[in-house]
């Protein structure tokens, strides 16, 4: 065997392993997708069982300003409703939801430290 035929199928089998290396990297990233895509239907199916129909509106409204704030949100809510804390108050209408929200600022609020220098 020449050197030029071994250089071809040593290329030709680089070649083969990366074209591997790139269908399993898109397989996992297709599986990754669905798994989000499942994880996200779920949450909004909870949601839809935590919020009324305005409270959800008032949430999609805030994950449009603050796209964190209300992740951390709904997070929040769906443990709260799992660990049975929400009981006798589901569905929460919006007028709860929004003096949820004022007390979670306030929280907050008292939470961040200003420190001054002179």
């Given at each position: 065997m020449s050197d030029?035929?071994?250089l071809k199928k040593l290329r030709e089998q680089r070649m083969a392993e990366m074209a591997q290396q790139q269908q399993a990297q898109q397989q996992q990233a297709a599986a990754q997708a669905h798994?989000?895509?499942t994880l996200d239907a779920q949450k909004q199916m909870l949601l839809a069982q935590i919020l009324t129909s305005d409270a959800r509106a008032r949430l999609a409204n805030i994950k449009l300003?603050?796209?964190e704030f209300a992740e951390a949100l709904e997070m929040q809510l769906i443990q709260a409703?799992?660990?049975?804390s929400l009981?006798?108050?589901i569905p929460l209408n919006d007028e709860y939801f929004k003096s949820l929200l004022v007390q979670l600022q306030n929280n907050n609020q008292k939470r961040e430290r200003k420190i001054t220098f002179r």
């Open positions: 030029d035929e071994e798994q989000k895509q300003a603050r796209r409703f799992q660990s049975g009981r006798g108050k």
